[in-house]
């Protein structure tokens, strides 16, 4: 995902939001244009509001340790399974883009986050981050109170760069716990942690349906999951056939990134207990990506 990003004022994102284009322009284009960023608002729209807020059980006292002896990572076998190792460059080279092309991206998207992590504040102490990559979300915990942060991710060269996120934010190196596992196969407790917060990686993982039981499955009763994702544009238009079209290549350049997904049907349909909102959003600088949901759900 870091590999592909164009402006508004790229061609690309011209091609993408003009049906009269060519599909074969934009791959030429492709060739030539990368990072190409510029400042524009934000729109969002809702999408839809089936939940309520839920707030039971917000003082329900979780273990201190959540991190189940038996499960202190994802088993290797889950690991090779659900998501076949990659060679060591690979993995460091994403982490790196992740790192460095990402900016831009976090600065657009850095008001949704504000106002979701808000929902943490003095409902939270213990988080658990799936797919917690490099850490941008670290500098929206720091409002949360005695936050204890576990982050889990399969790509252990994510570590360093969260750590150091981590520090930057003022977390304490105690309070923040990385452990390489996957979305699909969670390594903690049931109902052991307070909230869970997921950005960009229900487009990465294997399995949805799976990632979305475990996540469920950890949350206590009225714990909140957050969550940012970028989703299949509407079906019948050009970006949407644009994304049809890069799908296969993004997979294989952005570690099993999907462009296509309906990640906020699929939220819907794993019926929280307590309801989700899931709201629609599109970011006006990152083209082929730009269709976003976001949102709360609570167990
Ligand atoms: C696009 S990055 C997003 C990272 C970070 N959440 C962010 O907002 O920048 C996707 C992340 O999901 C991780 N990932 C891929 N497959 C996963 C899985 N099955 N379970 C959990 N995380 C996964 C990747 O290693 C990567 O760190």
Known sequence: MAILQFSSSSPISKIIHSPRRKIRDLQDSIKTQKNLITTDSVSSFSFCTCGRRHFIGAMT???????????????????????PPKPDWYEEFFAWSMNTEMESYEKEISDYKMRLFDNLVGKAEKVLEVGIG??????????????????????????????????????????????????????LEDASVDAVVGT?????????????????????????????EHVAAEDGTFLRLVQNVLDPLQQVVADGCHLTRHTGESILEARFNGGADVKKASLSRFAYISSHVYGVAYN
């Not at 005695?146 to 309070?175: F, T």
Request: glycine share 6%.
């Open 200 to 228: 960009l990686v229900l487009c990465s993982v294997t399995d949805v349906t799976q990632t979305l039981n475990e996540i469920k499955r950890i949350l206590r009763p009225g714990g909140t999951y957050i969550f940012i």
């Open 134 to 187: 490099t850490g941008p979300n670290f500098k929206y915990y720091t409002a949360i109170p005695n936050l204890s942060v576990i982050g889990i991710d399969p790509n252990a060269k994510m570590e360093s760069y969260a750590r150091k996120s981590a520090a930057e934010a003022g977390l304490k190196p105690e309070d923040f716990t990385f452990i390489q596992a996957l979305g699909e196969s969670i390594p």
């Open 61 to 83: 006292s979780i273990p201190f340790l959540p991190i189940s002896p038996s499960h202190a990572s994802t088993s290797t076998e889950d690991l090779e399974r659900l998501r």
